[in-house]
């Protein structure tokens, strides 16, 4: 049975008063020591790339959640968070953590319908906003077909929106800031092992480097490491590392993969990553959805960022499919926007400005999808198209 509890006077029938339960409730602190490294909190993993893991937090992670988030989006006392994710995941739950050190206003959506978002931050008078990137591609859709008309709205106090949980195509900010030219925008990068986001953090400041993912995070160290474990050279592709209060514990009851992504203090991402000339961060692909065919590493993140500046495309994702005498090929899967059409030939023709080896090789024009946090479900994806011949798809040449 479900309980709704309702907190303020005049309490509806269909709800408990919160107060009349906890009258009897003392507010003395209960006599248990607490310590900033015990347990505080288990969340799990995405389950991306398989069943998901119970990932063990204490205190103190929970606490640098809270600072980061402060100081990253500079929050104040007057800000007001929009928290729309599931609260089981620390996406945008960790950022909310800002609103509790800085003691401000947060409001909670259940869904994530544009009109929905936009009504909310006109009518809660929302001042910082955390998207996926589906979310905010659905925005600008409606805003572009005249479904979202933003002079109804009250919409001048909104200043940020940033985005995480996956790869941000830089097309898609270019469009955001043609209709929010106000807007500061950031990006955050983060697993729930790291707390959730901001153990890389862009920067307000930093709009220039849209694509990248930034630099360290406060109070974070981060490295870029070969397959042994060193430090790779600037420019050069290796698993992204990442060090700090708030790496988790451990896998819960898990030692065997625990070991697996902790090493000397160093939580391995399983992200592959460069840096630029400036030390700015870019992720490459998750490392084990990187596809070798004929000898090349391909990163499936670069060749779908490509397809979504495709105006007919509003989602892509990239895997490789076995081949006999490649190893692989990339199969791209292609969801087309409402109203728009698409051929394979004109993928085809569009892909001729990518290199030769990163051209897909099979195009499926389907739905992409994606779990709660916004993340590609590729197992999903291949398990559906391993195997699938040339009869549902446009093979190019090789």
């Known amino acids: 049975m479900k309980i709704r509890l309702f907190v303020g006077q005049g309490c509806p029938a269909f709800a408990e008063s919160y107060y009349a339960l906890t009258a009897c409730c003392s507010s003395a602190a209960p006599k248990i020591p607490l310590a900033d490294d015990d347990d505080a909190a288990i969340y799990f993993s995405s389950g991306t790339t398989g069943f998901p893991k119970a990932i063990l937090h204490g205190h103190s992670a929970l606490m640098l959640a809270c600072e980061c988030e402060m100081n990253h989006h500079r929050q104040t006392r007057t800000d007001n968070f929009l928290c729309i994710p599931p609260l089981y995941h620390t996406g945008a739950k960790m950022h909310w953590f800002g609103s509790l050190l800085s003691a401000s206003r947060a409001v909670l959506l259940r869904g994530v319908r544009p009109e929905w978002i936009i009504r909310a931050v006109s009518e809660e008078g929302i001042t910082n ?34 985005i995480g949980a996956q790869p941000v195509p830089p097309s898609l900010i270019k469009r955001w800031k043609r209709h929010f030219p106000n807007h500061d925008y950031d990006t955050n990068y983060g697993l729930s092992e790291s707390i959730g986001p901001g153990c890389v ?17 406060y109070k ?28 988790m514990k451990r896998y819960y009851n898990n030692p065997q993969a625990t070991a697996e992504v902790l090493k000397d203090g160093w939580l391995y991402t399983g992200d592959m990553a460069r840096t630029d000339e400036d030390g700015f961060i870019y992720l ?40 006999h005498r490649l190893g692989e090929i990339t199969a791209a899967i292609i969801d087309l926007k409402p109203g728009f059409s698409a051929t394979p030939d004109d993928i085809v023709r569009f892909c ?35 195997g699938k011949g040339s009869l549902v798809a446009m093979e190019t040449e090789s």
């Open 201 to 217: 953090h862009l920067g307000i400041e930093n709009i220039s480097k849209v694509g990248a993912i930034g630099k360290a995070g």
């Open 284 to 323: 490459v692909d998750r490392k084990k959805d990187v596809i070798i065919t004929g000898g090349e590493n391909i990163y499936p993140v670069q060749i779908e960022d490509f397809l979504r500046t495709h105006d007919a495309v509003k989602d892509a994702a990239v895997i490789g499919l076995p081949d």
């Open 220 to 247: 974070w160290e981060v490295r870029i490491v070969d397959e042994g474990g060193v430090p790779v050279k600037p420019g050069a592709v290796g698993e992204l590392c990442v060090r700090g209060a708030g790496v």
């Open 352 to 386: 001729a400005a990518l290199p030769r080896y990163k051209r897909p090789h099979k195009i499926f024009f389907d739905a992409v999808p994606r779990n709660p946090t916004g993340k590609i479900e590729k197992p999903k994806l291949r398990e559906k198209y391993i």
């Open 129 to 162: 906003v955390w998207l996926l990137v589906p979310w905010a591609q659905d925005i600008l859709d409606s805003i572009e077909r005249g479904d979202i008309r933003l002079e109804n709205y009250t919409l001048g106090q909104w200043k940020l929106m940033h």
